[in-house]
């Protein structure tokens, strides 16, 4: 039974952590669809291309001699942020000019085939760029944190771990103040309800659009620092898997909610950890799209989506 105990919370920590990162990718996935009705099929290669700057600032910090002692860890982790999350959000800015933009006024499919091809320029992108062979980074930061449970077991948090419950949160906390606070947010709502409208009000929905590609480049960019400080290891297919996950967390939740694109991500992650731990490491993921199989039998938009109604 201690033992039971000791599983149970190791493994609903693992889930809440593996569960934020998906919620932070899904919520790029949720918010281009809100707003364009489209898939971004590009925003899984966006979330890896982050990685791979996460390491690059990393390593080239690191050849200056930053990092030593406590402030100097924060000031590396800090920038190391804010360079990756520019890059990044330049590259969704881009995907956004080069793949939708053009095809504005097309069918539905020949955006989604444009940004299929993205997602492949993307890939070989980084690969013939950075080398087709995994990557990796040496541990920033190491110490854990160790909550005892009954008996001699203890629940096991490494400061990694603890940043990500931290930020995740703070981060989806502010997004939502943006989308409902500011003027940016409001002229997002309005070009999500009716474009047509929205155009005839004053705003500029393509830059509003290019913004949302933007945000949730920027929300892909966290994860992707938060992972790869988290895990340390990488390649450039990383994008295609777990952009998967993030959009069944999106489609889970109700694709354009962004508290639903968290809650999937956390509902996701809670279950792939718990089927891991225990029953079988090799079929988690059988387990996860048979949870999102059943919500949607019963929920077809999704736990907090909304069905949508047809203008007439």
């Given at each position: 039974?201690t033992n039971d105990f000791y599983v149970i ?30 898939i971004n099929f590009a925003h899984g290669e ?138 940016l947010g409001r002229a997002c709502r309005a ?122």
């Open positions: 039974m919370g190791q493994q609903l920590i693992n889930g809440l952590v593996l569960g934020a990162i998906y919620g932070l990718i899904a919520i790029g996935y949720t918010m281009v669809y809100g707003i364009l009705g489209m966006i979330y890896m291309i982050s990685a791979y700057l996460t390491a690059i600032c990393l390593a080239v910090f690191a050849s200056l001699g930053g990092g030593s002692g406590w402030f100097g860890l924060a000031l590396l982790l800090t920038l190391t942020l804010v360079i990756t999350v520019m890059m990044t959000a330049l590259h969704g800015w881009v995907v956004e000019r080069v793949a939708y933009r053009p095809l504005r006024h097309s069918s539905k499919l020949a955006p989604l085939i444009s940004a299929i091809g993205m997602s492949l320029v993307l890939q070989n992108y980084v690969r013939l760029s950075q080398g087709a062979r995994n990557q990796g980074v040496a541990t920033i930061l190491e110490g854990t944190i160790r909550l005892p449970t009954s008996g001699d077991t203890f629940i096991q948090l490494t400061f990694i771990q603890v940043i990500i419950l931290i930020v995740a949160p703070v981060s989806m906390i502010l997004l939502a103040w943006l989308m409902n606070r500011t003027a070009t999500q309800q009716d474009r047509v409208m929205a155009q005839l009000l004053g705003i500029h929905t393509d830059r509003i659009i290019a913004a949302v590609f933007v945000i949730g480049a920027t929300m892909a960019a966290i994860a992707g620092v938060l992972v790869t400080l988290n895990y340390g290891s990488f390649d450039f297919f990383i994008g295609f898997v777990t952009g998967v996950k993030a959009f069944t967390a999106a489609v889970l939740g109700g694709i354009g909610s962004l508290p639903g694109a968290m809650l999937g991500g956390v509902i996701l992650g809670l279950c792939e950890s718990l089927f891991s731990g225990f029953v079988n490491t090799d079929y988690k993921d059988v387990f996860a799209f048979s949870i999102l199989i059943v919500v949607l039998l019963f929920r077809p938009s999704g736990l907090l989506g909304r069905p949508e109604v047809e203008k007439v």
